[in-house]
């Protein structure tokens, strides 16, 4: 069945460091491809998605690109701040309403 | 402001005493689902409903109950706790677009139950 796999945290980074969060996934026809962001205390938020091959999504200073020939979407970001601590999660639109989501990797930045 | 609302934020209760968590949505979708959230396992869908009087079971709908009898509303039953289900629970919302088209899902802020 389809599925998301992502890299296990937490993730410690210095303030303006570079930032990589791995994500996988497998996934039958044509998935749309998600990064939500879960701050603390707080619901999930969709931080950036990607509806097709070849595509990139970005906000806030993130970006992912849909790679279809390695099934990955990644999400990268050139400079942290301490305000972008949180889990991160990615997520794959399979068919029709349902969303699977990957474990969630936690990202902490220290100022 | 769009929003989607969930009721209490935290809940202790114990074994056996049924409970209602309310989800209510003001963007008009006809999607609505609910999820637990465990560590390490993300989260998991436990019913969904794609409008009024449809539902349906998710990943994980043993224990659960829900019920859909207004666009706007989707509460979230458990009939007989169990210190199992103890768990992050998120109520969601999206446009009918589905999300293998790009349609965002929406969330509720949590609600931390805990069953003793």
């Known amino acids: 069945g389809d599925s998301v796999t992502q890299m296990e945290g937490p993730v410690t980074l210095s303030e303006e460091a570079f930032l990589t969060i791995n994500c996988t996934y497998t996934a039958t026809g044509y998935p749309s491809l998600f990064w939500y962001v879960q701050y603390p205390g707080e619901g999930l938020q969709l931080l950036l998605k990607a509806t097709k091959a070849d595509d990139k999504g970005s906000n806030k200073g993130f970006e992912a690109t849909y790679r279809k020939e390695t099934t990955s979407f990644h999400l990268e970001k050139g400079s942290v701040q301490v305000s972008d601590s949180a889990v991160y999660f990615c997520a794959l639109g399979a068919g029709g309403f349902k969303t699977i989501f990957g474990a969630g990797t936690r990202l902490f930045v220290k100022a | 402001e769009a929003q989607v609302t969930q009721n209490p934020r935290y809940l202790i209760t114990v074994t056996g005493k049924k409970l209602t968590v309310t989800c209510s949505q003001n963007m008009n979708h006809e999607y609505m689902s609910w999820y637990r959230q465990d560590p390490g396992l993300g989260l998991r869908q436990i019913y969904y409903?794609?409008?009024?009087?449809?539902?349906d079971k998710g990943d994980v709908p043993e224990g659960y109950k829900v019920s859909r009898k207004e666009k706007r509303n989707f509460p979230l039953i458990l009939e007989s706790p169990s210190p199992n289900q103890t768990s992050l629970y998120f109520c969601a919302s999206s446009l009918s677009l589905g999300t293998a088209n790009g349609a965002e899902a929406f969330f509720g802020q949590g609600t931390r139950l805990t069953v003793v």
């Open positions: 409903s794609m409008n009024v009087e449809v539902t």
